[in-house]
C-alpha cells in the first residue's frame, strides 16, 4: 500500500508570491490534516479537510487554505508568501476511524 | 488555547542507558496521546499511543505512561540504542486528525 505522497519536495518563492503544495493520502484514507514544521514554532496544526469539507482549523492567517477534491488529494494554498512561511509543511492522512495519523515526506518551502 | 509542554529539549544518554521524556497538556477533553519519531530529514512516525481509558502501555523497550488527574503523561525508552537518536514529539488530542504537539526532545544517545 502506497504511503502519503507530497508534492513538490522542495520549493522556493520569492516573497508576495503565491504557492500551492499537494498530498495523496493513503489509499481509503478520507481525513487530510495539514501542519507547518519550523524550528521556533514546531508542529503547529493548520486545518483539516474531510469528504471535500473544511472540519477543524488552526490559528492561521486566511492566507493559508485549502480544499480537498472527490478523490481525497487535498492541496493547501499560501498566498502573497512571507519569509516567516519558510518551513516544512507536512500532510497526514487517516480514515476517520480509531487509527492513528500517517504523514508525508512533507513539502520544504522556502521563500526569499 | 490547547497547549502541549513538552521537557527535556534536549537529552543526552548513553547506549543501554534509559531515557525519559515528559509533557504536560491543557485540554482536559484529550483523550489521544502519541508520540512520534522524527529522524532528520524524515517525516515523523508514530512509535507508540495511548488512549485515556489506559494509564500504561508498552511495546517492547518502549512505554507510555498516562496520567489523567494532573494532564501529564510520559515517554520511557529502556536499553537505549544509538539508532534511537531522533527528535521525539508528543501530541495531545481529542481526534486522531488535529494533534497538538509538544515542541519536541533531541535524543542523543551515544555508542
Known amino acids: 500500500k502506497a504511503g502519503v505522497t507530497q508534492t513538490p519536495r522542495y520549493l522556493i518563492k520569492t516573497r508576495g508570491q503565491q504557492v500551492t503544495l499537494s498530498c495523496s493520502p493513503i489509499?481509503?484514507?478520507?481525513?487530510v490534516s495539514w501542519y507547518q514544521q519550523t524550528p521556533g514554532q514546531g508542529l503547529q496544526f493548520l486545518f483539516e479537510?474531510?469528504?471535500?469539507?473544511?472540519?477543524n482549523k488552526g490559528n492561521f492567517p486566511g492566507r493559508f487554505s485549502g480544499r480537498q477534491f472527490s478523490n481525497s488529494r487535498s492541496e493547501m494554498n499560501v498566498s502573497t508568501l512571507e519569509l516567516g512561511d519558510s518551513a516544512l509543511y507536512l500532510c497526514?492522512?487517516?480514515?476517520?476511524?480509531?487509527?492513528?495519523?500517517?504523514f508525508g515526506q512533507g513539502t520544504r518551502l522556502t521563500v526569499v | 488555547g490547547e497547549n502541549v509542554e513538552q521537557h527535556p529539549s534536549t537529552l543526552s544518554v548513553q547506549e543501554g542507558d534509559s531515557a525519559v521524556i515528559k509533557c504536560t497538556y491543557s485540554?482536559?477533553?484529550?483523550?489521544?496521546f502519541p508520540w512520534y519519531k522524527q529522524e532528520l530529514g524524515k517525516r515523523p512516525q508514530l512509535i507508540i499511543d495511548?488512549?485515556?481509558?489506559?494509564g500504561e502501555k508498552k511495546d517492547q523497550r518502549i512505554a507510555v505512561t498516562l496520567n489523567k488527574t494532573a494532564k501529564h503523561f510520559s515517554l520511557h525508552i529502556t536499553e537505549t540504542q544509538p539508532e534511537d537518536s531522533a527528535v521525539y514529539f508528543c501530541?495531545?488530542?481529542?481526534?486522531?486528525?488535529?494533534?497538538?504537539f509538544g515542541t519536541g526532545t533531541r535524543l542523543l544517545v551515544s555508542p
Open positions: 497526514a492522512s487517516s480514515n476517520n476511524g480509531d487509527t492513528e495519523a500517517f
Open positions: 489509499s481509503g484514507h478520507r481525513s
Open positions: 479537510y474531510f469528504s471535500e469539507t473544511q472540519r
Open positions: 485540554d482536559s477533553a484529550s483523550n489521544y
Open positions: 495511548i488512549r485515556s481509558n489506559v
Open positions: 501530541a495531545a488530542s481529542r481526534s486522531f486528525q488535529k494533534l497538538v
